[in-house]
């Protein structure tokens, strides 16, 4: 390549990142489609080609630390069964179990809620600054939460459920935007072992919780987790990366585009969503309560909520390399279903520990499916420059859900007993069945043929 020509690509590179229309997950979208679209950045890293290298040292080092990032912020927050069951038990024992699950939810809501605010952010300005406050409240939250007294909620609340859920927000979305910047022809496979990484952190944290919290108690075990999540962001902070240079723009206009719901593919997959979010979490946070109530042993109980995250670790990369051959929509809709029923059928009937741990095992490999297939949808019925505001706009109805999802479901926890059980997982099966269903609807007016690629 002459120099001229590189010259001339340079300057096309630097007029496309001006332009105004970039959305706050924009990022996002380059998982799906196009890189010179791409307008984020963190700091400038030289290279010497316009495309992806879809591999290489500083590749797999951002890819090291999106993993790390997502292991040790969005790890803890699948493994907030832990927390339910010890704050109910002995740190909370006078709250409802209502009132316990809204820490957790609150940490979700605040994850996708600001997700289009951070995006866009990030998209501007990069995340020189967004990786190491974020990093910082992460971890300062739970130094805090190990102080917080027993009997006192709005500790635990202000703690973990606001500032640990700020924390989370302000990493979550450049952790999963800059994994494009480096890959496009391996891209699904890149962006899956990334997000496996929550689902392993649901796997370790959960396990180290429940052995330290019993040989040195609440506090100190929550500071050993304060450590080694900080010693994951550092790493995150030194090797994510990114190619393109930043916009220097934003405008809050483009954090979301309502425009979308006048597609009823898009608005059924908002309500689809809606509905399967309100109860996709809802076995991660009771799946140990119930367990126990059913007299499963203690030395077993405390490993089924890592058991449901253990198997989300191939629900989250296996389900993607499926959907780049059939379509998104054809892993996504089986999926649910599949989930629904397990919940109906063999977590309503379960009353012994091999009946609990095959739900927790089958549960945890098909649900997985939904959190990463959902954008590589939206992707294909969405302009590529407007994916990431149409993105930030489900991603605040699913943060609606998450928030009141968990403790509706606590409002069927009166006391514990079988029926007051029954009806939560009635409530669960039924919601992600009706979520399921909307995506079928669009399904069909994709195309009625089964073969279809949709």
């Known amino acids: 390549m002459s120099f001229s020509e590189l010259s001339d690509k340079i300057t096309l590179i630097r007029s496309q990142a001006t332009t105004p229309e970039t959305s706050s997950l924009s990022d996002t979208s380059t998982v799906i489609d196009s890189d010179v679209n791409f307008k984020s950045d963190i700091r400038s890293v030289p290279c010497g080609e316009d495309l992806p290298p879809d591999g290489g040292l500083q590749a797999w080092l951002v890819l090291l630390g999106s993993f790390l990032n997502l292991f040790s912020t969005f790890g803890i927050v699948n493994s907030y069964g832990v927390f339910q069951q010890h704050y109910t038990t002995t740190l909370l024992p006078?709250?409802?179990?209502?009132?316990?699950?809204?820490?957790?939810?609150?940490?979700?809501?605040?994850?996708?809620?600001?997700?289009?605010?951070?995006?866009?952010?990030?998209?501007?300005?990069?995340?020189?600054?967004?990786?190491?406050?974020?990093?910082?409240?992460?971890?300062?939250?739970?130094?805090?939460?190990?102080?917080?007294?027993?009997?006192?909620?709005?500790?635990?609340?202000?703690?973990?459920?606001?500032?640990?859920?700020?924390?989370?927000?302000?990493?979550?979305?450049?952790a999963l935007a800059v994994v494009g910047h480096w890959f496009k022809r391996r891209r699904a496979y890149a962006i899956g072992i990334a997000a496996s990484g929550s689902a392993l952190g649901g796997v370790i944290y959960p396990i180290m919780l429940q052995e330290l919290i019993p040989k040195i108690g609440f506090s100190w075990a929550v500071r050993v987790t304060a450590l080694i999540t900080l010693a994951c962001l550092c790493v995150s902070c030194l090797t994510m990366r990114t190619r393109l240079p930043l916009s220097r723009r934003m405008s809050f206009r483009d954090c979301m585009d309502f425009e979308g719901f006048k597609d009823w593919r898009y608005a059924l997959s908002a309500l689809g969503a809606f509905l399967a979010f309100y109860a996709l979490f809802i076995p991660y946070f009771y799946i140990e309560q119930y367990a126990l109530f059913e007299g499963v042993s203690p030395e077993l109980a405390k490993y089924l909520l890592p058991i449901i995250n253990a198997m989300g670790i191939p629900s989250r990369i296996l389900p993607g390399l499926f959907a780049d051959k059939i379509g998104p929509l054809n892993v996504l809709t089986p999926s649910m279903?599949?989930?629904?029923?397990?919940?109906?059928?063999?977590?309503?009937?379960?009353?012994?520990?091999?009946?609990?741990?095959?739900?927790?095992?089958?549960?945890?490999?098909?649900?997985?499916?939904?959190?990463?297939?959902?954008?590589?949808?939206?992707?294909?019925?969405?302009?590529?420059?407007?994916?990431?505001?149409?993105?930030?706009?489900?991603?605040?109805?699913?943060?609606?859900?998450?928030?009141?999802?968990?403790?509706?479901?606590?409002?069927?926890?009166?006391?514990?007993?079988?029926?007051?059980?029954?009806?939560?997982?009635?409530?669960?099966?039924?919601?992600?069945?009706?979520?399921?269903?909307?995506?079928g609807c669009v399904r069909t007016i994709h195309s009625p043929h089964l073969r279809a690629r949709v």
């Open 94 to 174: 006078n709250s409802s179990a209502s009132i316990i699950s809204l820490i957790g939810s609150l940490q979700l809501a605040l994850l996708y809620g600001m997700s289009p605010l951070i995006g866009r952010i990030f998209d501007a300005y990069g995340g020189s600054i967004l990786l190491p406050l974020g990093s910082f409240v992460t971890v300062l939250s739970l130094i805090m939460l190990s102080f917080c007294k027993a009997n006192n909620a709005y500790q635990f609340f202000l703690c973990q459920g606001i500032f640990f859920g700020l924390g989370n927000a302000l990493v979550f979305p450049p």
């Open 337 to 439: 279903v599949i989930s629904g029923l397990f919940v109906l059928i063999l977590w309503l009937l379960s009353r012994g520990a091999v009946a609990v741990t095959m739900f927790a095992s089958l549960y945890g490999l098909f649900s997985g499916a939904f959190v990463s297939l959902l954008p590589s949808y939206i992707a294909t019925i969405t302009p590529v420059e407007k994916f990431g505001a149409r993105l930030g706009s489900i991603y605040l109805v699913v943060a609606v859900a998450n928030l009141v999802g968990t403790p509706t479901a606590g409002a069927f926890i009166r006391t514990v007993n079988q029926h007051d059980f029954n009806s939560l997982i009635v409530f669960t099966g039924v919601l992600v069945l009706s979520g399921s269903l909307a995506f």
